[in-house]
């Protein structure tokens, strides 16, 4: 197991090919509520952050963010398009890419495989997600409702999605 694991690591493009695989079937799991829907697409976006090299990781979702913007339709109850990155939406798919990032500069700089370290790490992840849409829903409606909106719904899933990533990615990793 850990050597076919270890080959498919090894492999960039299938890598990507996977997290954009990830990110699309997360994200069509989806409780559509509005203006932003609870998707499972954070979970894609955890696992992606917590097992991938930091190149991979930003080659997925950047492939992922381009795909959809060119109108294919991988994002939210099978959507696409520019539209879609410009909606109230777009600060959390552009937060990907930030948590991504974040997220492999920390495993990078603190080279860890402990499920707390993961778990701080799938926070940290988390909450650039949030801060990214938080600050884009600002351009739609006030802070305030864009915190009551953009954030609240979405603090006790993120934290559930967080514990069972960062938990199960920690199990794996030992």
Same mark, same amino acid.
């Given at each position: 197991?850990?050597?076919?694991?270890?080959?498919?690591?090894?492999?960039?493009?299938?890598?990507?090919?996977?997290?954009?695989?990830?990110?699309?079937?997360?994200?069509?799991?989806?409780?559509?509520?509005?203006?932003?829907?609870?998707?499972?697409?954070?979970?894609?976006?955890?696992?992606?952050?917590?097992?991938?090299?930091?190149?991979?990781?930003?080659?997925? &979702?950047?492939?992922? %963010?381009?795909?959809? *913007?060119?109108g294919? #339709?991988?994002? $939210?109850?099978?959507? !696409?398009?520019?539209?879609?990155?410009?909606?109230?939406?777009?600060?959390?798919?552009?937060?990907?890419?930030?948590?991504?990032?974040?997220?492999?500069?920390?495993?990078?700089?603190?080279?860890?495989?402990?499920?707390?370290?993961?778990?701080?790490?799938?926070?940290?992840?988390?909450?650039?997600?949030? &801060?990214?849409?938080? %600050?884009?829903l600002? *351009?739609?409606?006030? #802070?305030?409702? $864009?915190?009551a909106? !953009?954030?609240?719904?979405?603090?006790?899933?993120?934290?559930?999605?967080?514990?069972?990533?960062?938990?199960?990615?920690?199990?794996?990793?030992?």
């Amino acid at each position: 197991m850990k050597l076919a694991l270890q080959h498919i690591k090894n492999s960039s493009i299938l890598t990507t090919v996977i997290g954009f695989s990830l990110l699309f079937f997360c994200a069509q799991v989806s409780i559509p509520i509005q203006p932003v829907a609870i998707t499972l697409h954070t979970v894609a976006m955890l696992v992606i952050g917590l097992t991938f090299s930091k190149a991979d990781a930003i080659r997925s &979702v950047t492939s992922y %963010l381009m795909i959809g *913007a060119l109108g294919a #339709p991988v994002f $939210a109850n099978f959507s !696409g398009g520019i539209a879609k990155l410009i909606s109230p939406a777009g600060g959390y798919y552009f937060g990907f890419l930030v948590a991504v990032w974040l997220m492999c500069s920390l495993r990078e700089r603190f080279s860890t495989t402990n499920t707390k370290e993961m778990l701080l790490i799938a926070f940290a992840g988390q909450t650039a997600l949030y &801060v990214c849409g938080i %600050l884009w829903l600002c *351009a739609y409606m006030s #802070p305030d409702k $864009a915190i009551a909106v !953009g954030l609240m719904p979405f603090i006790i899933p993120g934290l559930v999605k967080s514990v069972f990533v960062a938990s199960i990615v920690g199990y794996v990793k030992k």
